[in-house]
């Protein structure tokens, strides 16, 4: 049973990847921290999570813009050294509950500033919220919400950010990813070869039905649907950490 639901989370977070241009690690990383532990969920989330925005990449790769994602990139890169640290040295729920509030914060300043201002500057906003991302992707496995927190702000076109976003999580996830082995004792995960193959034809399957879903709702229901993901894994954060503390 418990890898049926390692399975089922896999599958419907690779579904919104594809549908929403983010979601997979909103939605799979508080199943699988629950399911496999923090430190070993996490570190499939990172990996699932890239292994499914490479495959999307080849869909949207004519829509990538190019400098943005370099410009959300670079700090991400460098803030996966302090949140490797603070993952590693700070595995408690507090993290988790820091995470969250800051997400949400963030996320609701971002709305009000949208509806009462014209779009912020692209290059600093960009900036701050790739180091942000890059440090929640390393801590608590969840690096889309600040990104949209860039998206709100800067009222980036939502195929444009979709498209984008993408060779972002590869990166992101890869480097987070190993990151986190090279740090742990412990090392990568033990999980038999049978399970890893039902993981890949979950993100296969997902990514597929995904791809379906996406041709059948407007750009503003996606870009809704990714507000709402952002603050359900803020939500998420919190209350798990809170049922773990």
């Not at 740090?183 to 890893?196: D, N, T």
């Not at 709402?228 to 803020?234: S, W």
Request: charge should be positive.
């Amino acid at each position: 049973m418990l890898y049926v639901l390692v399975i089922l989370a896999v599958f419907i977070g690779a579904l919104a990847q594809r549908a929403t241009g983010l979601g997979f690690a909103m939605i799979s990383a508080p199943v699988l921290v629950l399911l496999l532990g923090a430190f070993d969920g996490v570190l499939l989330v990172n990996l699932c999570g890239a292994v499914a925005a490479l495959l999307i990449i080849t869909r949207v790769w004519h829509l990538i813009e190019w400098r943005q994602f370099w410009l959300l990139t670079i700090p991400a890169l460098v803030a996966v050294v302090p949140g490797t640290i603070i993952s590693v040295l700070f595995t408690g729920p507090g993290l988790q509950i820091i995470v969250g509030v800051i997400l949400i914060v963030a996320l609701t300043a971002s709305l009000i500033v949208r509806r009462s201002f014209r779009p912020v500057a692209i290059t600093p906003s960009a900036l701050l919220s790739g180091a942000v991302s890059g440090f929640t992707n390393t801590t608590a496995g969840v690096g889309g919400p600040a990104l949209s927190v860039h998206a709100v702000l800067t009222r980036w076109d939502h195929r444009a950010f979709a498209a984008t976003i993408q060779p972002y999580f590869v990166v992101s996830g890869m480097v987070a990813f190993i990151a986190k082995v090279a740090s742990a004792p412990e090392g990568l995960p033990a999980y038999a070869w049978w399970l890893w193959l039902m993981i890949v034809g979950a993100i296969l399957t997902g990514l597929a039905a995904g791809e379906w879903v996406s041709t059948r709702i407007s750009a503003r229901a996606a870009r809704t649907a990714v507000i709402l993901l952002a603050y359900g894994g803020g939500i998420v954060a919190i209350i798990d950490g809170a049922l773990a503390a």
